[in-house]
């Protein structure tokens, strides 16, 4: 973990490192005091990348339930039982 020094956010790549960092973090069961204050400072600079790149509120709960599933590589066929997609 001592390679991700929290820092200004200011490519979409560093993004998605920090992104990684902080999922692998989150899919520990136990954190270090050092991992729980590193996800802390993480989170920060995300939140303030994705806030000025990514305006969630212009968008859709659709069109974010849409990028979401694109992200993850999620089909709709994968939820055909689910009425609220036809």
């Known amino acids: 973990m001592s390679q991700h020094q929290p820092r200004i956010i200011k490519t979409e790549e560093d993004n998605e490192k920090f992104l ?6 989150l899919s520990r069961s136990h954190l270090t005091a050092e ?3 590193l996800l802390e400072l993480l989170v920060k600079p995300i939140e303030d ?7 969630l509120n212009a968008s859709t709960p659709y069109s974010r339930l849409l990028h979401l599933m694109e992200a993850r590589g999620l089909k ?6 689910n009425s609220w997609f036809k």
């Not at 990348?49 to 305006?55: L, R, S």
């Not at 709709?76 to 039982?81: D, H, I, N, P, V």
């Open 20 to 25: 990684e960092t902080v999922e692998e973090l």
């Open 49 to 55: 990348f994705e806030d000025k790149h990514y305006q």
């Open 35 to 37: 991992e729980d204050v």
């Open 76 to 81: 709709q066929a994968e939820f055909s039982g």
